[in-house]
Nanobody, 126 residues
């Protein structure tokens, strides 16, 4: 069982930045697609960004393209989400997730991800 632990959430003013981190305990990290998801109360969990196993391909939700950057360090079995130009609309809980991958194709459906972290709360004040 892969364990994922997110950190880096907190309170930030609109226009500010935060960097989320997710540490994985999985030995298969370098062969896994990693994703960041968000879930607002009463809504379905949705993808924010994802990165393929070797980092060559990334995916971003249209709402964060140009403001967020996902990256990974396979040596540290960690994935990161650099968030900039934050708005109150970005306030929610962010989850890290992983799925085994045999290629660099990125899957964006949350149902395809097998292991999840506990989430880290991001609050953006106006």
């Amino acid at each position: 069982q892969v364990q994922l632990v997110e950190s880096g959430g907190g309170l930030v003013q609109a226009g500010g930045s935060l960097r989320l981190s997710c540490a994985s305990s999985g030995r298969a990290f370098s062969t896994s697609t990693m994703g960041w998801f968000r879930q607002a109360p009463g809504k379905e969990r949705e993808i924010v960004a994802a990165i393929c196993r070797n980092g060559e391909r990334t995916y971003y939700s249209p709402s964060v393209t140009g403001r967020f950057t996902i990256s990974r360090d396979n040596a540290k079995t960690s994935v990161y989400l650099q968030m900039s130009s934050l708005t109150p609309g970005n306030t929610t809980v962010y989850f890290c997730a992983t799925r085994p991958a045999s290629s660099s194709i990125i899957v964006t459906s949350n149902n395809a991800y097998l292991s999840w972290g506990q989430g880290t709360k991001v609050t953006v004040s106006s």
